[in-house]
């Protein structure tokens, strides 16, 4: 997607498309169904394509100066790579997540020398909390470049250039249905744009959480999906701004349990260590490809991220710690002179 002078941002983008052929076949699937295994990007997610998107842009529109403060609201991937494109570009970084964020992707922030700062899951179930907390971290950091991942056309832009003609590129035209989840909304719109532009007969289908899955004032720390986010039955105004609605042909529901039952077929099945979103992202391709209508069809679903990222046992209640404000660790005296 970069140039070789680009450093980080050079590997980001041409994912490998893999067919999965094992999975298919113990599921008994009768449509092709491929996944673009969005982990091998340098940071290790989809998101480090919105990332880059997001900080070339600010960039040349000399909205980010050297050494300055970049700053979000995340549920984790999109921080890290911007955490990865800050320490690579001269930027520093702070990010505000949910309290139930796994434990690896607040370490891996820290790792790239970010700030974060975790806000009890309660907080999000109050009336107009999003809009809220985005106050809070523009007012808490005035002198910040606040990058928007939900508002940003940086974002969906991103992928309409890079993910959607990757993927018309390697399935040489021939996909039919693609499938993702919505975070930003950025993934879905922007490739679903493209392939659409392409091919108008191409279905755009999220997946999105059941009931047990969500956050509630009866239960507010769910088994959650983190990164799949429900987009039917929710007012307009809570939709992440990136969120095209016109894109999107069908939503299909699963929950955390079946996500959690098809990342590890796919991790048994072809060796493909996929986190949890991913799995509710093939629960639903695999929902599509065996209703007879499709069989034949070419189904290409993401792999947003790595499994790896969610070893840590679930968070299914609050502690004190995790509602600190948390440094990154000080780099060694021989590091930090470098």
């Known amino acids: 997607m970069g140039t070789q002078n680009d450093h980080f941002a050079a590997l980001v983008g041409n994912t490998p498309l893999l067919e999965l052929r094992r999975l298919a076949e113990r599921l008994e699937i009768a449509s092709r169904v491929f ?3 969005e982990y091998l990007n340098p940071a290790g997610s989809i998101k480090d394509r919105t990332a880059w998107g997001i900080i070339r842009e600010a960039e040349e529109k000399g909205a980010l ?39 690896d992707k607040i370490r891996l922030l820290h790792q790239y020398g970010a700030e974060t700062v975790l ?7 109050e009336t107009g909390a999003i809009h809220a907390i985005i ?12 990058t928007n991942q939900r508002g940003n056309p940086a974002n969906p832009r991103v992928h309409f250039e890079t993910t959607g003609p990757e993927i018309w590129r390697e399935t040489k035209g021939e996909v039919d249905i693609f499938v993702a989840a919505v975070g930003t909304g950025g993934t879905i719109s922007g490739t679903g744009r493209f392939l659409k532009a392409q091919k108008p007969g191409v279905k755009v289908v999220v997946v999105e959480p059941g009931a ?33 609605a016109a894109v999107v042909d069908e939503v299909i529901v699963t929950d955390t349990a079946q996500a959690r039952e098809f990342a590890r077929a796919l991790a048994q099945e ?3 260590l996929a986190g949890t979103s991913s799995g ?59």
């Open 135 to 146: 106050d809070r971290v523009r007012r808490e950091n005035p002198d910040a470049y606040y």
């Open 65 to 103: 100066k050297p050494g300055q403060l970049i700053v979000d609201l995340t549920s984790g991937n999109t921080g890290i790579g911007l955490a990865a494109l800050a320490a690579a570009r001269g930027y520093r970084s702070k990010f505000y997540l949910r309290n139930t964020i796994s434990e």
């Open 35 to 37: 996944a673009k295994i």
């Open 270 to 272: 072809e060796g493909i």
């Open 212 to 244: 047990a899955s969500i956050p509630s004032a009866e239960t507010p720390y769910p088994d959650s999906i983190e990164g799949v986010h429900k987009v039917t039955d929710v007012e307009t105004a809570y939709l992440p701004e990136n969120f095209d």
């Open 119 to 125: 806000i009890d899951n309660s907080v999000f179930l």
């Open 280 to 338: 509710a992202v093939l629960f639903a391709a695999a929902t599509l490809g065996r209703r007879p209508e499709n069989a034949g069809k070419t189904i290409v679903a993401i792999v947003a991220d790595s499994g790896e990222r969610y070893l840590s046992p679930p968070k299914l209640g609050p502690t004190v710690a995790q509602t600190e404000t948390a440094s990154p660790p000080s780099l060694p005296v021989a590091a930090a002179a470098y």
